[in-house]
């Protein structure tokens, strides 16, 4: 089986197909949890990946075309917190904001992923405004974690 491909229960899907759909699924929650009656925001001083995923994102927006993909050349911090950095290509940039996400009521964005009540997300980048907050036009860099968990 070729490294790029893995058996998903009768099912072969690519990393490349795998990542947009994650991608997709960070878009759709952080660009629709603030405007929902849904889910709750609060920013938190340090939070955890529970699963031990955390996934950078980049989104550039240029006169003719805007992008939205994983960043280049990523090494996550040591430490998901306030005032700690991580690394973009080796650009270091240190965590100014960490936002949470608290699922209240269920959501489902089929295919790409269904949010029960109580599933926690967390997002931290240098600052809020580098995580997209539903503008047009957003550049930015931040860290996504699906499945989070706060520490305060």
């Known amino acids: 089986m070729r490294a790029d491909i ?4 009768g099912k072969m899907q690519s990393t490349r197909r795998r990542q947009l759909m994650n ?47 994983p960043c280049v050349g990523f090494i996550p ?9 991580f690394e973009i290509g080796g650009k270091k940039l240190k965590i100014g904001f960490v936002g949470v996400t608290v699922i209240e009521k269920d959501m489902h964005y089929p295919p790409v992923r269904a949010f029960k009540a109580g599933d926690i997300t967390c997002t931290a980048a240098a600052s809020r405004s580098q995580v997209p907050s539903g503008r047009d036009g957003h550049t930015g860099s931040w860290l996504y974690i699906d499945r989070c968990r706060p520490l305060d």
Request: one cysteine or more.
């Open 6 to 9: 893995r058996h998903d229960g």
């Open 23 to 69: 991608l997709t699924t960070a878009g759709l929650l952080v660009l629709l949890a603030p405007f929902s009656a849904s889910a709750a925001e609060y920013t938190a001083n340090s939070v955890e990946a529970a699963d031990g995923v955390i996934r950078c994102i980049t989104a550039s927006n240029g006169w003719i075309t805007s992008s939205t993909g």
């Open 77 to 85: 911090p040591a430490r998901i917190a306030i005032g700690e950095a």
